[in-house]
């Protein structure tokens, strides 16, 4: 079984400083991991992907995260947060051998408020 | 013009009405899925298919049914809607190697049942 906890609900920031949203997951096997986004009224948008390549994984807008085994965590960050980034963010993580029913398992999602 | 639309966008229907949800790919996926989206739970699968003949369901599959019309389409039908499943539905598409890759989703709908 895998599962995935996105271990704040509500994250607020101020323009300009850093952000960290934090995930760990538990899986048995060796499992991909994604970050999405969903800005209001929007569906959801891929921000970076893990899929056993590099460790440090760069995504869109300036956001990258960093898998770590040892401590099953998956958080993401940017250096420096712009009023755009203001959305609902969900860690995802997906386990299982190429053709086989791999499915996706969503964390419960963190909003990230950036105050100006 | 959006890979994966979803229509309606909005619905508010009353308890005991049959109801459809439809989507539509122009990526050429092979792989559909829908999810319900509840406040505190992220998103949850409801079915999905690998291909027009193959239906499977997801883990919150209870109420609902889907078909396959064809590679580009996958509708979601509730054939008695009640209360709870008022929520924001999602369908998305991913290729031949699912999930490893990512998915693609559209853009929603809400679902209010009164």
């Known amino acids: 079984a895998q599962s995935v906890t996105q271990l704040d609900s509500h994250v607020s920031v101020s323009e300009g400083t850093p952000v960290l949203l934090r995930c760990n997951y538990s899986?048995?096997?060796?499992?991909?991991l994604f970050w999405y986004v969903q800005h209001p009224n929007k569906g959801l948008q891929l921000l970076l992907k893990?899929?056993?390549?590099?460790?440090l994984v760069k995504g869109i807008n300036g956001f990258e995260a960093e898998f770590k085994k040892s401590e099953t965590s998956f958080h993401l960050t940017k250096p420096s947060a712009h009023m755009s980034d203001a959305a609902e963010y969900f860690c995802?993580?997906?386990?299982?051998?190429?053709?086989?029913?791999?499915?996706?398992?969503f964390g419960s999602g963190t909003q990230l408020t950036v105050l100006p | 013009d959006a890979d994966v639309t979803q229509t309606p966008r909005n619905r508010i229907t009353k308890t005991g009405k049959r109801i459809m949800l439809e989507c539509s790919q122009t990526?050429?996926?092979?792989?559909m899925y829908w999810y319900r989206q509840d406040p505190g739970l992220g998103l949850r699968l409801i079915y999905y298919?690998?291909?027009?003949?193959?239906?499977n369901k997801g883990e919150i599959s209870d109420g609902y049914s889907v078909s396959r019309q064809a590679q580009a389409k996958f509708s979601l039908s509730l054939e008695s809607a009640i209360p709870n499943q008022t929520a924001l539905y999602f369908c998305?598409?991913?290729?031949?190697?699912?999930?490893?890759?990512?998915?693609?989703f559209g853009p929603g709908t809400r679902l209010t049942v009164t």
């Open positions: 893990y899929t056993s390549a590099a460790t």
């Open positions: 995802v993580v997906s386990v299982g051998s190429s053709g086989s029913a791999r499915q996706l398992t």
């Open positions: 899986s048995s096997y060796s499992p991909s």
């Open positions: 990526k050429g996926h092979d792989r």
């Open positions: 998305a598409t991913s290729d031949s190697w699912g999930s490893r890759y990512e998915q693609y």
């Open positions: 298919s690998f291909d027009v003949k193959d239906i």
